[in-house]
């Protein structure tokens, strides 16, 4: 009650002090401020109502000092002075408080609740000195004689306007993906996160020149034109599909580290993607964390390799974790390998050894206790042996095969990996699972748990995988998924699975054996002593198959 009269006071004394905010201003001069309270209002709009400028509002007490498009659905901020430190307030004494202030000095200065300066503009053009916001969206400061000291266009956050140059000196950024020009002139996207650093566009496997850029040109210079072609210096370029004139346009980096042309819909507000940078998704680094392989098949897939679990079931960003140690005590004939076919994780190789064989390439990795994985390209006898797992992805053409180190002991039974080049199957994800189910036993066991795993890839995709994979091979209870269970149980309730099998499908499963796999996948998620043994869930797929022949169809 307090608070809400509180605020009722705060927003009738701000109409008092400052009609500002019902009828936004075309030019911010010396002496005067906008204020926190009036957030989302709008102080600066530019000339033709395109552009508006004014406080963002980030939670309930946290602004930034934005350019946004007047007139979308969802409101798109196109630059923020302070993207990294909001101002904030405190509740319910000053909740607000913020400023942007235009001092006689000539300076824009942002200023928290307390007085702290969180933004300033540098500028020190004295009085006269004038703020606007322009058609481009370019927010400028001119000095008396109308000479520009200072504007937003020199320093993007993650979107370009047309016209607006992207140098040497800037570059747009968002989460750990950033675009820049790098020493030798070529326009890049790189990964900068808080373990490792790597490029991923344009593809870091070849010279500039075959990926159609030129090394030459220092300008470094790129933008967007008002007819929707993005060009830069190094001799990259996107078209907009609707290419032409009067169409609003924008070039940002988006969260998941490509960056893309928009195009505005007027009549409806949305924006459409015309033009992206990376086109297969996989390319971008990072996405699937540390140890987490990317899988591209119609969409963005992540998944952990076979031993490692996700860190956080809620974000890929973090990747997967071993549920096992690899340290220098164990013997390396405690370890054994899983094949990945086509996977590969990018870079961070220990070592690199042409023309050997796969069994001198496995030894290495086995000798060495930094060696997590490898890669062999049979072809020209290739091993690369892996320390980090990062940027972890299956290629649809690779000419090679990744192998995870994973302790023996993972399962019971002997591993028998040899059976992996019989058990072909698609696509990638279900040969993984069968490498990992032909390590349970006997021949008739490891179709059976074929069926299993690919029956667990195709209900409801990689949450119930990690379940079956966590229950049986890891025996940990680090995954826990409520709108699984949650969903699974309805299903074994109303005794059909349609819901939760995959669309790709169309149709062709058993009711029966559905639910039967259903039960297992939650089975598997019951405290340790309740749950089955593996020879009890064997047993259950057997009598399932008894029943009738089943034929998982997996194909996209
Ligand atoms: C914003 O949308 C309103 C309503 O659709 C329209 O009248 C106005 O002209 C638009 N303004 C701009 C700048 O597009
Ligand atoms: C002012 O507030 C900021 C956070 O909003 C805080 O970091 C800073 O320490 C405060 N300064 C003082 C002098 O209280
Ligand atoms: C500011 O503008 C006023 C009115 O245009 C003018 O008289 C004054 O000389 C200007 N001051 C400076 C420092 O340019
Ligand atoms: C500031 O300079 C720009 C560029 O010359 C101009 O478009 C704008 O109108 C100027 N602002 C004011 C208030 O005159
Ligand atoms: C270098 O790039 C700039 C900007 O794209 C372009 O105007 C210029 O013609 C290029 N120079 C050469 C030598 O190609
Ligand atoms: C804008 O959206 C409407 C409604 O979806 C559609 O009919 C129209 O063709 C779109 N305009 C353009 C230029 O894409
Ligand atoms: C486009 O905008 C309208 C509202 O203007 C909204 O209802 C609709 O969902 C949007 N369409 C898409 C595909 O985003
Ligand atoms: C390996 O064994 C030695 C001696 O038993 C012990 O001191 C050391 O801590 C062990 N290292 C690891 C990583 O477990
Ligand atoms: C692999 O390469 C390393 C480093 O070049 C070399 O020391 C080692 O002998 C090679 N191993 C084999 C089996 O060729
Ligand atoms: C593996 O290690 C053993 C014992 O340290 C050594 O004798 C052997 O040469 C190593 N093999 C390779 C391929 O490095
Ligand atoms: C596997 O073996 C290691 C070392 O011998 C042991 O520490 C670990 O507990 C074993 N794991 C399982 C699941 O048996």
Known sequence: MTALLYLTLVSSLSFQFCSCASSPWRTMITGSHMRAEDHDKIFLLSPDATFSCGFHQLGTNAFTFSIWYTNTTEKTVVWTANPYSPATGYFPVNLYGSRVSLGHDGNLVLTDTNGTTVWESKTSSGKNTTVTLLDTGNLV????????????FHSPTDTLLPWQKLTKDGRL??????????????????????????????????KA???????FNSTRIAFLDDKGNFVSSDEFKIEATDSGPGIKRRITIDYDGNFRMYSLNESTGNWTVTGQAVIQMCYVHGLCGKNGICDYAGGLRCRCP???VMVDPTDWNKGCKPTFTVDSNRSQGDFTFIKQPRADFYGFDLGYNKSISFEACQTICLNSSSCLS????????????????????????FPGDNYMKVPKNLSSSTPSISKQESLTCNPSDSEIMLVSASMYGTEKDTIKWAYFYVFAAVLGGLESLVIVTGCVMVDQRQVDFPEFVQGAKHILAVGNATDLVDDRLHGHFHQEQAITMVKVAVSCLEERSKRPTMDEIVKTLMLCDDEDDFHPAYSY
């Open 141 to 152: 400061i001119n000095d008396s004689s109308n000479n520009i000291v200072w504007q937003s």
């Open 173 to 206: 950024v968002s989460g750990y993906h950033h675009l820049y020009f790098d020493n030798d002139n070529v326009l890049r996207l790189l990964y900068d996160g808080p373990e490792i650093t790597s490029i991923y566009w344009p593809s870091p496997d070849y």
């Open 209 to 215: 020149e075959t990926n159609g850029r030129s090394r």
């Open 306 to 308: 076979p031993g490692y």
């Open 374 to 397: 490898f890669t062999y390209k049979g072809g020209d006898g290739l091993c690369y042996t892996k320390g980090l797992l990062y940027n972890g992805q299956v290629y649809p053409y």
